[in-house]
């Protein structure tokens, strides 16, 4: 199956996961990091749900699924351990409606990558559902390969991205430039958070000077 992978701006929209096992739970996490409006559906939750709802992370309806439950949301999960209730949960999603079943019957509007995040650097794995497991094992060879580094490391070359953009008319120049923070040298400074000699090097390509 050729998926066609996007990144979903889901802040502010509602999201509603039908179930409260341990699914729910993964379904949950793996949406904390976004401002999405999440209500969990079901007549049992997970200690772990439990303590993110005790946060305000979301709201839980303590009940069985109804088709009302789905009203203005966006993004749907079915993530009960019936298959009854997830064809339910199918059946009441409109066609503008996402929706996600974590048993990968019947419609099947979206899957979920495993997610590794340092900061604006996202790095996703999905084996289009072969086989979950691997998806797993990857993510962890990524989590390993991406220490907590790179987060320091993007946000450097953001902000010193938006400066060439702002202060270099030249379009060639500016192409030149940008490129040339991806100096592996530089990497390395950032990441052990050489700030000085990080700067340094964006003023040298600032000025027009070749640097090192
Ligand atoms: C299709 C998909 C639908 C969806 O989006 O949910 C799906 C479906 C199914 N998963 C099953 C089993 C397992 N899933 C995991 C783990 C994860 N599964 C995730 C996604 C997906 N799982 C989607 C495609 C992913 C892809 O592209 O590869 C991850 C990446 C993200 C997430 O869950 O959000 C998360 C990693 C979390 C992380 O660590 O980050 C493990 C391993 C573990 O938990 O350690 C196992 C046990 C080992 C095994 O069976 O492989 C079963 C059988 C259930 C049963 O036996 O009843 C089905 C149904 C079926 O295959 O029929
Ligand atoms: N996509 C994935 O990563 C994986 C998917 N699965 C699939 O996901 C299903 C769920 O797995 P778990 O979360 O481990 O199961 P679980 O048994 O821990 O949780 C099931 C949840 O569904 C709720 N539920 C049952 N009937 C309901 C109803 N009528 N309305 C609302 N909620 C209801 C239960 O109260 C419970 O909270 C599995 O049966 C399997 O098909 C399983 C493992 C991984």
Redesign the pocket.
């Known amino acids: 199956m050729n998926y066609f992978p996007v990144m979903l701006d889901v802040d502010y929209k509602k999201v509603v996961i039908v179930g409260g096992g341990h ?1 729910a739970r ?2 949950l996490q ?1 949406l904390l990091p976004t401002k999405a409006q999440i209500t969990i559906i079901s007549p049992t939750i997970t200690d772990e749900i439990a303590s993110y709802l005790e946060q305000g992370k979301a709201v839980w309806k303590k009940k069985y699924f109804e088709p009302s439950d789905l009203d203005d949301a966006s993004l749907v999960f079915a993530v009960t351990d019936q298959e009854s209730v997830n064809d339910a949960v199918e059946q009441a999603t409109q066609h503008w409606q996402l929706l ?5 019957k019947g419609r099947v509007d979206f ?5 590794v995040r340092r900061g604006d650097l996202t790095l996703t794995v ?11 094992k990857l ?1 962890e060879d990524l989590a390993s390969q991406f220490d907590d580094t790179f987060t320091d490391y993007i946000e450097f070359l953001k902000k010193a991205r938006r400066e060439i953009i702002q202060s270099v008319q030249d379009k060639n120049r500016k192409r030149d430039a940008i490129a040339a923070l991806l100096d592996s040298e530089l990497e390395m400074w950032a990441r052990e958070k050489k700030w000085d000699q990080c700067d340094a090097y964006v003023q040298k390509i600032l000025s027009g000077v070749q640097p090192i």
Do not use: E, F, Y
Not at 111 to 115: D, G, H, L, R
């Open positions: 699914v993964q379904k793996a996600s079943r974590a048993d990968a899957i979920n990558p495993a997610v999905s084996t289009s559902g072969a086989h979950p497991g691997l998806t797993r993510k």
